[in-house]
């Protein structure tokens, strides 16, 4: 089975910067795309980033030019540098992986992390 655990959440206060880690572990055949979700306090989980196995990075409206997604293949890790951060920013931040099944089939199924807290407050 494959684990996702996430890290790197806190408290910060507007205007401040977290950087999140999600390291996947376990027997790990590939990695296809890999992404930041979102939820906060009575709303919907979203979409924050993702970036593909070669790279290419994507992001909602809201985070564009304050948030960089990377990947480091060789790890299986990937973080998320989050900068001038407002309190709308504040929610549990989940890694998503899509993970390959095995060496011999081009399938893939889904991973969750458990999620870590980012608080944006003064």
């Known amino acids: 089975q494959v684990q996702l655990v996430e890290s790197g959440g806190g408290l910060v206060q507007p205007g401040g910067s977290l950087r999140l880690s999600c390291a996947a572990s376990g027997i790990i055949f590939g990695i296809n795309t890999m992404g930041w979700y979102r939820q906060a306090p009575g709303k919907e989980r979203e979409l924050v980033a993702d970036?593909?196995?070669?790279?290419?990075?994507s992001y909602v409206d809201s985070v564009k030019g304050r948030f960089i997604m990377s990947r480091d293949n060789a790890k299986n890790t990937v973080y998320l540098q989050m900068n001038s951060l407002k309190p709308d920013d504040t929610a549990v931040y989940y890694c998503?992986?899509?993970?390959?099944?095995?060496?011999?089939?081009?399938?893939?199924?889904?991973?969750w992390g458990q999620g870590t807290l980012v608080t944006v407050s003064s």
């Open positions: 970036i593909t196995s070669s790279g290419i990075t």
């Open positions: 998503y992986a899509e993970i390959r099944r095995s060496s011999y089939l081009r399938e893939y199924y889904g991973r």
